[in-house]
């Protein structure tokens, strides 16, 4: 089986950086993936890692380490529509290749 | 425009009855899925179907069903005999291959009273 932790929520101030932590376990691992949702909305897709080390797509930042089981995303220069859940996701051969959603972060930006 | 329709939003079913929740696609992609949502909980992959005339059960597949007669359409249905069928649900799809790329509906909003 897998398992997927992340912390249930998570508060930072606007303009800040704040660093939402995923560890995980599983077999035949073939990526990671983090997803946004809004309250009551559908997740958009953010990032994917499959290899070790960091990817950064403007505000967002997101590293993976195979070795230690380890990712986050990392958010700069928050803003107030950032106050969402963040879901992190792992792929795994050995689950044909579907992805199995951790519980979600709740992140409050506050002003 | 591309994208994949839910609906209702919100959908109410008195208990014992059997409800289906429609998906629908126009984004030509092979692969959907189901989801469930429970309040401040991750997504659970309930059904998915990778090929028209196609679908492998998820991790909690009891008391659902599901059909893929065409590639746009992807129904679920919620039997009576789904213990808590209330929740969140969302439906999905991606491009052959690529899971990670998947393109969530709007959901609908199922409660069982």
């Known amino acids: 089986g897998q398992n997927i932790d992340q912390p249930t929520e998570m508060t930072a101030t606007e303009g800040a950086i704040v660093q939402i932590n995923c560890t995980y376990q599983t077999s035949g691992f073939n990526g990671l993936f983090w997803y946004q949702q809004h309250a009551g909305e559908a997740p958009t897709f953010l990032s994917y890692?499959?290899?070790?080390g960091l990817e950064e797509k403007g505000r967002f930042s997101s590293f993976l380490s195979r070795s230690k089981g380890y990712s986050y995303l990392l958010l700069k220069e928050l803003q107030m529509k950032d106050s969402a859940s963040y879901l992190c996701?792992?792929?795994?051969?050995?689950?044909?290749?579907?992805?199995?959603f951790g519980g979600g972060t709740r992140l409050m930006v506050k002003p | 425009d591309g994208g994949i329709t839910q609906s209702p939003k919100y959908l109410f079913r008195k208990e014992g009855q059997n409800v289906t929740l429609s998906c629908e696609q126009n984004?030509?992609?092979?692969?959907m899925y189901w989801y469930r949502q429970d309040p401040g909980q991750g997504l659970r992959l309930i059904y998915y179907?990778?090929?028209?005339?196609?679908?492998q059960k998820g991790d909690i597949a009891e008391g659902y069903s599901v059909s893929r007669e065409k590639k746009e359409s992807f129904p679920l249905t919620v039997t009576s005999a789904q213990k808590n069928p209330t929740a969140f649900y969302l439906c999905?799809?991606?491009?052959?291959?690529?899971?990670?790329?998947?393109?969530f509906g709007p959901g609908t909003r199922l409660t069982v009273t």
């Open positions: 999905a799809s991606s491009p052959s291959g690529r899971t990670y790329e998947q393109y």
């Open positions: 996701a792992v792929r795994s051969y050995n689950a044909g290749n579907m992805l199995t």
């Open positions: 890692n499959v290899l070790d």
């Open positions: 984004l030509n992609h092979d692969a």
């Open positions: 179907s990778q090929i028209v005339n196609d679908f």
